[in-house]
């Protein structure tokens, strides 16, 4: 069963930075694309930067310069350095992995919540 474990979170006050990492365990297959997401409350999830296994990447519009998505292949292993964080950043992220054949199926870690405040 694929379970993948997020780690990372906190309270941060604006202008700091934090580092989230998603490990990724029981797949029989590869990890395609890895990356996170966030909910803030009373929102929809949405995307906050994707990466494929060759190291594509894509960022929302609104972290484009502060977030930087890496990955570590070998350690099934996907990281999101925060930085220049904004109280509007404050959210649950959730990360996310896909993976399987012939289909690819998307998995999520339970979230780590990521608070922004003075």
């Known amino acids: 069963q694929v379970q993948l474990v997020e780690s990372g979170g906190g309270l941060v006050q604006p202008g700091g930075s934090l580092r989230l990492s998603c490990v990724g365990s029981g797949s029989m297959f590869s990890f395609n694309a890895m990356g996170w997401y966030r909910q803030a409350p009373g929102k929809q999830r949405e995307l906050v930067a994707t990466s494929t296994s060759g190291g594509i990447t894509n960022y929302a519009d609104s972290v484009k310069g502060r977030f930087t998505i890496s990955r570590d292949n070998a350690k099934n292993t996907v990281y999101l350095e925060m930085n220049s964080l904004k109280p509007e950043d404050t959210a649950v992220y959730f990360c996310?992995?896909?993976?399987?054949?012939?289909?690819?199926?998307?998995?999520w870690g339970q979230g780590t919540q990521v608070t922004v405040s003075s």
């Open positions: 996310h992995a896909d993976t399987g054949v012939p289909r690819l199926v998307r998995y």
